[in-house]
T-cell receptor, first 116, second 114 residues
Framework: GQQLNQSPQSMFIQEGEDVSMNCTSSSIFNTWLWYKQDPGEGPVLLIALYKAGELTSNGRLTAQFGITRKDSFLNISASIPSDVGIYFCAGQLGDNSGAGSYQLTFGKGTKLSVIP | DTEVTQTPKHLVMGMTNKKSLKCEQHMGHRAMYWYKQKAKKPPELMFVYSYEKLSINESVPSRFSPECPNSSLLNLHLHALQPEDSALYLC?????????????FGPGTRLTVT
């Protein structure tokens, strides 16, 4: 089945620093989603990407849909303590082609720790 | 409004109990999902409902029984669970299933089976 490689697995940064994480896939997706999850809570959608090459921002967050449709990255600028959590990327076929198109394929997550 | 609500927040049940998890959304979404998430792992898809009909059952044991009474509600009935079923159970919804729409997750129910 499809697998997403998300890196890094974890990172410790100083408050105010910029953060970058990425996901790569062995196959193509038509949609990339980035979620943040706090302990004991559900994932919260940060950014959705629908078009190869698309660059989208949401406040201090910027994400890009790779031109090959096999990768995506998320940048966080000027990190603050509330950025702490686990960030998941997820890819989706979303082409109504069958059972596989329903699936979100998740990366294993990047655990972000911010040192004040 | 992109809110999906889930009740209860926490549930502790014995292996002989019957309990239900509830999920609700009022975004007009016609696709609803149940996921299971173990600690330090990404969510795993269990069931997909599209237009109130079960579309996907990802080889989930029959001790988990989903139900979609209407387009806003999704239940997960639990019976004779095992300790290894302890996990965070997440509900999600999207505008349609199978197409490229965002999935919005609820806060989850933390289930402990004793």
């Amino acid at each position: 089945g499809q697998q997403l490689n998300q890196s890094p697995q974890s990172m410790f940064i100083q408050e105010g620093e910029d953060v970058s994480m990425n996901c790569t896939s062995s196959s193509i997706f038509n949609t990339w989603l980035w979620y943040k999850q706090d302990p004991g809570e559900g994932p919260v959608l940060l950014i959705a990407l629908y078009k190869a090459g698309e660059l989208t921002s949401n406040g201090r967050l910027t994400a890009q849909f790779g031109i090959t449709r096999k990768d995506s990255f998320l940048n966080i600028s000027a990190s603050i303590p509330s950025d702490v959590g686990i960030y998941f990327c997820a890819g989706q076929l979303g082409d109504n082609s069958g059972a596989g198109s329903y699936q979100l394929t998740f990366g294993k997550g990047t655990k972000l720790s911010v040192i004040p | 409004d992109t809110e999906v609500t889930q009740t209860p927040k926490h549930l502790v049940m014995g292996m002989t109990n019957k309990k239900s998890l509830k999920c609700e959304q009022h975004m007009g979404h016609r696709a609803m999902y149940w996921y299971k998430q173990k600690a330090k792992k990404p969510p795993e898809l269990m069931f997909v409902y599209s237009y109130e009909k079960l579309s996907i059952n990802e080889s989930v044991p029959s001790r988990f029984s989903p139900e979609c009474p209407n387009s806003s509600l999704l239940n997960l009935h639990l019976h004779a669970l095992q300790p290894e079923d302890s996990a965070l159970y997440l509900c999600a919804s999207s505008r349609l299933a199978g197409w490229a729409y965002e999935q919005y997750f609820g806060p989850g129910t933390r289930l402990t089976v004793t």
